[in-house]
């Protein structure tokens, strides 16, 4: 599959560039869409709910009334669930969500969405993310030529040889966060998710390299 590779400051096509069909022309499964979001939300769940029971809650040391006699109901503790404060019976303890889903099924439905993606018309290339400063007029500018407003926008990362510390783009990363329809990911964190959450998938020509190389059999 061929695609037009454009320049961002005129979205006037400048090559075209042959895409694997192994990873863009792939067997679209929608249930491994279910199953993939599902792991990734589960993987965001804290689990850090929690309910005191009867045993954690405070007071209760003594019985607090007789049994007989009181023309009342039968008590043995006030920390009892039906007491007003008492310890919740069968309450939210801290758990894990997470779970895990082969890897062979993450990479097929990445492909799938990629592929769900080319076939739409919806996966734009450029050249590449060069803005000259952060601006955020900058980038609707860019988003206005390539006539999308909903998209997901994708580039490369470098790592810094003295630090070791993961460097994006920052001027296309600062200049899109404050777009409420739009967001910034580093090619090795696409996920799918993301991809069908957009409307639209803008990636630079080296990003989408690097995705393929990742997703070849």
Known sequence: MDIDVVDIQDAEATDALALSDDVFDAEVREHLFWEVVNWQRAKRHQGTHKAKSRSEVSGGGRKP???????????????????????????????????????????????????????????????????????????????????????LVVDTTERDEESGDVQHNRELRLSVRNLPDVKYLAAEGLNVEDILQYDALVVSREAIEQIQEGLEP
């Open 65 to 151: 009334w007789a049994q007989k006699g009181t023309g009342r109901a039968r008590h043995g503790s006030i920390r009892s669930p039906i007491w007003v404060g008492g310890g919740v019976s069968h309450g939210p303890s801290p758990r894990n969500y997470d779970y895990q889903i082969s890897k062979k099924k993450r990479r097929a439905a990445l492909r799938a969405a990629l592929t769900g993606r080319a076939r739409e018309g919806t996966l734009y290339i450029v050249e590449d993310f060069d803005l000259p400063e952060i601006k955020t007029k900058r980038a609707v500018e860019m988003l206005e030529r390539l006539e999308v407003s909903n998209a």
